[in-house]
C-alpha cells in the first residue's frame, strides 16, 4: 500500500510551490494572495524507487472571520487523521507566526511523523532563520526553498525514513483486484452488497459511511476477483467532517491497490469536479477503468437524457482518455450489475494481454502498407516489425522503422 502525505500550513507559507515542485507539475495555482488554493489538490511522486501520493491542503481562506478555528484546524486534524506523514511548512523569512503556534500545538498531539519544513530559504543567507523553529516543539526544521528547489532532496530522503513498509496481504496475489471508488454517496457500498448478494457492508444514507479499505471476494457466476471496497462506520462525531477529504484520500488507498477500478458517478448530479480528481487519480496510478452511472432509475425524461449524447458527454469532460467503457444501472434494482462485473473482468483481461509478435505483424503490417506513415525529412519510413514490451502497465506496442531515401 502506497504512502500519503500531507501538505499543511498557514497561507502563503509556499505549499502549492511545494506540492507543484513534489509532483513534477503546475497543477496547483501559485500567487503571492494568501488563500489562493482554494480546492486541495492531489498528486503523485517518486523518490529512490518509492511512489507516494501527495495532498496540498489548500483552501484555508473561505470568506471566514475565524480563519483558524473554521478552516485550518479542521484541515490540519483531517491531514493528521487520514495521512502517513506530515509536512508543517512554515516561512522562513517571516518568522512564527499565531497561526504556526496553534497549528504546532495540535501537531504535537499526533503520534504521526511531522515534519517541519522552513520554506523560502531562497538564499544561503536565510538558513540562520531557521533556528527560531525550534521553539515549535516538533524537532529540527528542514530548510528549503521550494522555488528553486535547494533541499527538497535531503527532505525527500528523510520523508521516506518515515514512510509505512510495504504491506503485503494476506490475499492471493493471481486474483483480480477491482476498486469500487467514487464520490460520497455515489452507491459504492451498495453495489458491492447487490454483487454479493448479501449485506457484507452496512449501507446507510449518510454520505460518508464507508472508512476503511477491506476487500471481499467474489466467487460466482464463473467469476473470481476481490472487491476492494473502503468500507466501515463513521463515527457520530464525525459527520460534519470534510466529506470530500475523506473520500478522495481512501480512494487513493483503495486505487493503489487495484488492477481495475469501478468509478461510481450517480446520474441524477452528473460529473462533478470530485469525479473529475478520482479519474485523474486512476489514470495516474495507470489501473483499468469501468464508468458507472448509478440510480439510471432516477433519472426522469430518458428520451431528452439520450445514453449516447450522455456518453458523448462524459468522454468529453474525461479527455483525453476516453477509452474506457460506460455503464448506465441502478444498485437497487440490480439493472446491468453483473454487465458491471463481466465488463470489469474483460478490462482486467485486456490490461494484461499479450499478443504475440507474429500475430500483430501478420495483422497490422498490411494494414500499415495500405495507410504508410508520412515522410520524414527526404526520407520514406517503412515499419520493419511490431512487438509488445513486457512488463507495462498497460499494453505498449513498438514500431520498429527502417528509413530509406525517397
Avoid at 57 to 78: A, P, Y
Avoid at 166 to 181: G, K, N, Q, S, Y
Avoid at 246 to 259: G, L, T
Wanted: proline share 4%.
Amino acid at each position: 500500500m502506497g504512502n500519503i502525505v500531507a501538505i499543511v500550513g498557514r497561507p502563503n507559507v509556499g505549499k502549492s510551490t511545494l506540492f507543484n515542485r513534489l509532483t513534477k507539475s503546475r497543477r496547483a495555482i501559485v500567487n503571492e494572495e494568501a488563500g489562493t488554493t482554494r480546492d486541495r489538490q492531489y498528486g503523485k511522486s517518486e523518490w529512490s524507487g518509492r511512489e507516494f501520493s501527495i495532498i496540498d491542503t489548500g483552501g484555508w481562506v473561505v470568506n471566514s472571520t475565524d480563519i483558524f478555528e473554521d478552516e485550518i484546524k479542521r484541515h490540519v486534524v483531517l491531514a493528521i487523521e487520514e495521512a502517513d506523514v506530515v509536512l508543517f511548512l512554515v516561512d522562513i523569512q517571516n518568522g512564527i507566526t499565531d497561526y504556526d503556534l496553534e497549528v504546532a500545538q495540535i501537531l504535537r498531539r499526533s503520534t504521526k511523523p511531522i515534519l517541519l519544513v522552513s520554506n523560502k530559504a531562497d538564499t544561503h543567507e536565510w538558513q540562520y532563520n531557521a533556528a527560531e523553529f525550534y521553539k515549535l516543539g516538533l524537532g529540527e526544521p528542514s530548510i528549503i526553498s521550494a522555488i528553486n528547489g535547494l533541499g527538497t532532496g535531503d527532505l525527500l530522503d528523510e520523508l521516506l525514513t518515515h514512510f509505512n513498509p510495504d504491506v503485503v496481504e494476506d490475499i492471493e496475489d493471481e486474483l483480480p483486484r477491482f476498486a469500487v471508488v467514487g464520490r460520497p454517496n455515489a452507491g459504492k457500498s451498495s453495489i458491492v452488497n447487490a454483487f454479493m448478494g448479501e449485506e457484507r457492508t452496512i449501507v446507510t444514507e449518510i454520505a460518508g459511511t464507508t472508512r476503511d479499505a477491506i476487500y471481499t471476494r467474489f466467487n460466482k457466476f464463473g467469476h473470481d476477483f476481490y472487491l476492494v471496497d473502503t468500507a466501515g462506520i463513521r463515527k457520530k462525531a464525525k459527520v460534519n467532517e470534510d466529506l470530500e477529504y475523506y473520500s478522495v484520500v481512501r480512494a487513493i488507498r483503495a486505487i493503489e491497490n487495484a488492477d481495475v477500478c469501478i468509478l461510481m458517478i450517480d446520474a441524477t448530479r452528473g460529473i462533478e469536479s470530485q469525479d473529475l480528481n478520482i479519474f485523474s487519480l486512476i489514470q495516474k496510478n495507470k489501473k483499468g477503468l469501468v464508468v458507472v452511472i448509478n440510480k439510471w432509475d432516477l433519472v426522469e425524461n430518458k428520451e431528452a437524457n439520450d445514453i449516447k449524447n450522455i456518453e458523448k458527454s462524459i468522454r468529453e469532460r474525461l479527455a483525453p482518455f476516453v477509452d474506457f467503457p460506460i455503464i448506465f444501472t441502478s444498485v437497487t434494482t440490480k439493472q446491468r450489475i453483473l454487465k458491471v462485473v463481466e465488463t470489469a473482468v474483460q478490462v482486467y483481461e485486456n490490461k494484461f494481454r499479450k499478443i504475440p509478435t507474429a500475430k500483430l505483424n501478420e495483422f497490422l503490417l498490411p494494414q500499415i502498407e495500405n495507410y504508410p506513415p508520412p515522410a520524414l525529412k527526404g526520407k520514406y519510413i517503412k515499419i520493419k516489425y511490431i512487438t509488445q514490451l513486457p512488463n507495462t502497465y498497460i499494453p505498449t506496442f513498438v514500431f520498429l522503422p527502417i528509413c530509406h531515401n525517397m
